[in-house]
């Protein structure tokens, strides 16, 4: 993987999106050759509209990985990656119209852009075919050597064996006499030299997954290792590299404070993204107005009460605020006055109450607390008081996710489904630190724009 802007991609991705934008680029121009040669046009230099074929790219790019084109499943399958380009290129020509509208003259024209659209997808497709046995095989993957052979070297072998992982493991090191849960391990002793075991092995990486405090750190080993131009890493970069998370079960306190993440030169990138939140939060709700309305009238006609709801959340620093919302539930939802998770085909929510959660309209008023500046459109999203408090309790860790503004959707958002539990609440926690930790622009961009495969794809809303 390549570190870009602080979050991690796959070498595979980029690869691919590279190749895909060179040919999105090479099918608008095939479109403009064949419309010009049917009214006759003389086809001027390339230059002379190089604007307007990058647009296409770019607005084409961007669909596709909004709807998830470079997701692990996308990579490993011809079949889903191209049902998803259907969709990227259906949300590529709505992308292009709203260009056209906010820079005429820099799109193609109509005419072009549907030949563009059609050979495109061709391109795409074969691309796919020719390059589907390349991108899901052994090219991108790095060899690792992980030193350890216990429950930690164990997860690595899950995660290694998951579809459209990242790397393969060339060897297991036991490093002591403790409990071995990986059969195939070598054992430290047999290997006389290792640091000329690692380069016979051709790995370009040691993953350093000892079981807590029992061993003393091999330094004369990692040392050698490492000036040989292998990367060393620890269990928990590792898992938070191929994860997208921080994992609760590796880290621990000195891994947080010495790793790099949480900068505070951050200054530029925060007024940006108020600024950002402010332009944004008021045209959606000027946009989305009617929409709110509309909805908030069939609450009122479907059940009795409000047609929106306030209620108390933690924010930034753990301070409180009011989050509005269009009311899914019945009035006597939590009647007893005890707050209560909500479970999956939950009898409180009402039959609109369900549409406007699976499509998310419920979440459109809190547009007023990003306006107010009490939320941002990209952060973990706000518990209420009563289960935080619980939740710091259980779980470590938990009050550094309101080191950052709480968001209408975050890293959670999209890579977690919607769960209500102890237990989903820990799963979130750790997306929810690696995006505290890992903030950047580029970060937001990227939840934004996925955040619409998960209104698209709603899998597990509640």
């Known amino acids: 993987m390549i570190r870009l802007f602080k979050h991690y991609v796959p070498h595979a991705v980029l690869f691919l999106g590279l190749i895909d934008f060179l040919l999105l680029i090479a099918a608008a121009e095939v479109g403009w050759m064949i419309r010009a040669q049917q009214i006759g046009m ?11 074929l990058i647009s296409f790219g770019v607005a084409l790019e961007l669909a596709a990985v909004s709807v998830g084109v470079y997701s692990p499943q996308a990579l490993q399958s011809v079949r889903f990656a191209t049902a998803r380009w259907l969709v990227a290129v259906s949300l590529g020509i709505i992308l292009l119209a709203l260009l056209a509208f906010a820079f005429p003259g820099i799109t193609l024209w109509r005419s072009i852009s549907l030949y563009a659209m059609v050979i495109s997808f ?30 930690r070297a164990d997860r690595i072998r899950m995660l ?6 990242g790397f393969t493991v060339v060897s297991y090191i036991a490093m002591s006499e403790g409990e071995q849960m990986v059969e195939e391990a070598i054992a430290r002793g047999a290997i006389r030299n290792l640091k000329k075991f690692v380069v016979r092995m051709n790995a370009s990486e040691v993953v350093l997954a000892l079981e807590e405090r029992r061993n003393a750190l091999p330094l004369d080993d990692l040392l050698r290792i490492k000036t040989t131009g292998v990367h060393v890493n620890d269990l928990s970069t590792f898992l938070e590299r191929e994860t997208g998370r921080v994992d609760l079960d590796s880290v621990n306190p000195s891994w947080l404070i010495f790793s790099d993440g949480f900068s505070a030169g951050r200054r530029i990138s925060t007024i940006a993204k108020r600024c950002f939140d402010m332009l944004a939060s008021g045209l ?13 009238l069939l609450v009122r006609l479907e059940s009795r009460g409000p047609a929106f709801f306030r209620q108390t959340r933690v924010g930034r620093f753990g301070e409180d605020f009011q989050i509005l919302k269009l009311r899914s539930m019945r009035t006597d939802a939590e009647a007893g006055g005890k707050a209560i998770w909500a479970s999956e085909n939950d009898p409180r929510i009402t039959r609109v109450g369900r549409f406007i959660r699976k499509v998310r309209i419920d979440e459109l008023p809190q547009a007023w607390s990003v306006l107010k500046g009490e939320m941002s459109f990209v952060g973990p999203r706000p518990e209420r008081p009563e289960f935080v408090s619980d939740l710091e309790k259980e779980m470590p860790y938990y009050a550094e996710r309101h080191m950052v503004k709480p968001g209408i959707t975050g890293w959670a958002q999209i890579n977690y489904p919607y769960g209500a539990s102890v237990e989903d609440a820990r799963h979130k926690l750790e997306y929810d630190l690696y995006y505290a930790k890992n903030y950047t622009p580029f970060l937001d961009l990227l939840i934004l724009l996925q955040t619409l495969r998960v209104v698209l794809w709603p899998d597990g809303a509640r």
Do not use: N, Q
Request: charged share 20%; proline share 3%; aromatic share 8%.
């Open 42 to 52: 003389e086809l001027s230099h390339i230059g002379d509209r190089v604007d307007s």
């Open 122 to 151: 061709l391109f795409i497709f074969v691309s796919r075919v020719a390059l589907g046995s390349l991108i899901g095989g052994e090219a991108f993957k790095r060899r690792m050597i992980v030193l350890g052979a216990g429950k």
């Open 160 to 165: 290694e064996e998951r579809p459209g992982s």
């Open 284 to 296: 959606l709700l000027l946009l989305t107005g009617p929409i709110i309305l509309f909805f908030a």
